[in-house]
């Protein structure tokens, strides 16, 4: 057993508590008790003690979206004379290049360093939507050697597509079933996968009716982008449908654990689909930034009780970051500097939590007996009272990636006073950059 001890508890449970003085008991892959630090201390005199001298214990992150394979695309040359005008631009000249040029020792130090660097900032479960159509066949099987190495938790996918011709499409609906019948067969509970699909204007009718019969095959929920930038809904409307999720609606893909990446230009009554269907809607407020699509209509959803949550989109690997962002979004879209306080942190803490704990099984994104041993240590000493109803403001204004000092997942310690244990991150850096190299060569 392993005492974290002499911390601020932050547990994200159901009344938010906050320890002083406290500590976690961490017994296997679990969390056995927590209380304060001197009780837990005399009562369990055999564990194991680390002291985590006045810093923060709390969960780690969860990132329901992220892509890995953008780890290389960082300060790229597009070798192009006009920089991308629009989305599609984007998409076309920069990420739909990036996956054709993707070979095997791309993907996997493209794993394992966004999955590293996501480790060092408190990540511990990323949900990552890839595509590499350099490389399609065993390209998950890669990234779950990542996974492995490291010892955190992923659910993967491959994205789906038509838009590289039936060949390529037809690969990628195989590289996808080979994967989840693979690891159903292993009943893990770090490592999960779903069908991808990438999103509805690179999908022909003909496709979607496939894989919606391979999910009702394998039991699996869909990761999908949908309605990120106008095309999507451009293409909906010239096959007749006011809108993606009105049109994917027709082949089965909104069902319960499906996953809405971004949302931005939902149309009337699209909302109510997801939220009937039980699926997620997940906010990437840095990408749609940055990509100048827009913002997602996340007051609305919650209004109607939809399930939001928050992710990355390989923006950046800092949930903390995120979090910043959509509280600045959401507030800035709205004009009303109320926004943020409730719904982010619900975003956050609450719906990513629920999607992580339905994925892999163990409880997750909390802090108490019986729930998974998934802690981060935070190196935050506040100027000010941390309590359990301005736990939130504390991380908004206070918490980075770069302060996280130990990142713990199923008990196991990954990295600790900021040293990784599992890998030598040095070696993965140097040869990651020199990987990077050779793929600019042929990019």
């Keep these: 057993m392993l005492l974290l001890t002499n911390g601020t508890v932050i547990t994200h449970d159901q009344d938010n508590r906050v320890i002083k003085n406290g500590a976690v ?47 290389f695309a960082r300060g790229m040359d ?48 990323v949900f990552d939507h890839h595509a590499s159509y350099g490389q399609v066949r065993y390209s998950l099987d890669l990234i779950a050697k990542a996974v492995e190495e490291l010892g955190i938790r992923a659910d993967l996918c491959y994205e789906i597509s ?66 990120e ?18 049109r994917l609606d027709q082949y089965n893909i909104w069902r319960p654990g499906t996953m809405a ?29 940055g990509n100048a699509v827009g913002a997602a209509p996340l007051k609305e959803a919650l209004a109607k009780d939809l399930k939001v949550g928050l992710g990355t989109d390989g923006y950046t690997t800092d949930m903390f970051e995120s979090i910043k962002f959509a509280n600045l979004m959401l507030k800035h879209q709205n004009r009303d500097p109320r926004l943020g306080w409730t719904e982010i942190p619900q975003m956050v803490f609450k719906t990513n939590a629920q999607l992580a704990t339905e994925t892999f099984g163990p409880q997750l994104g909390v802090l108490k007996e019986g729930a998974a041993a998934d802690i981060i240590v935070v190196d935050y000493k506040p100027p000010t009272e941390i309590n359990s109803d301005n736990t939130y403001a504390h991380i908004l204004f206070g918490i980075n990636g770069g302060m996280v000092d130990t990142t713990i997942v199923k008990g196991r310690i990954l990295m600790e006073n900021r040293e990784v244990q599992v890998v030598d991150d040095e070696k993965i850096t140097h040869e990651t950059g020199e990987q990077a190299d050779d793929f600019w060569r042929r990019f």
């Design 78 to 125: 597009l070798k192009t004379e006009q920089p991308p005008r629009h989305f599609l631009e984007i998409l076309e000249k920069m990420w739909w290049r990036v996956d054709s040029t993707l070979k095997a020792d791309d993907v996997y130090y493209s794993a394992l360093y966004a999955f590293l660097t996501g480790l060092k900032q408190g990540v511990t479960t």
């Design 261 to 289: 990446i971004h949302g931005v230009h939902l149309q009337e009554g699209e909302l109510e689909i997801l939220r009937d269907n039980d699926c997620y809607l997940i906010n990437n407020p840095e990408s749609n930034m």
């Design 162 to 227: 038509d838009r590289n011709g039936p060949e390529q499409s037809q690969d990628s609906i195989t590289e996808s079933e080979s994967f989840l019948r693979k690891i159903r067969e292993k009943d893990m509970d770090h490592l999960n996968g779903r069908i991808g699909l990438h999103a509805s204007f690179t999908l022909e009718d003909e496709t979607l009716e496939q894989v919606s019969d391979l999910a009702d095959e394998l039991d699996s929920s869909f990761h999908i982008h949908v309605a």
């Design 25 to 71: 008991l961490i017994d296997g892959e679990e969390i056995k008790a927590l209380g304060e630090a001197e009780l837990l201390k005399s009562k369990y005199p055999e564990a194991e003690i680390k002291d985590v001298k006045g810093k923060i214990i709390m969960p780690g992150m969860i990132n329901t979206h992220m892509h890995i394979y953008s780890t």
């Design 229 to 246: 930038g106008r095309t999507d809904l451009e293409d909906s409307r010239l096959r007749g449908y006011n809108g993606a999720v009105k």
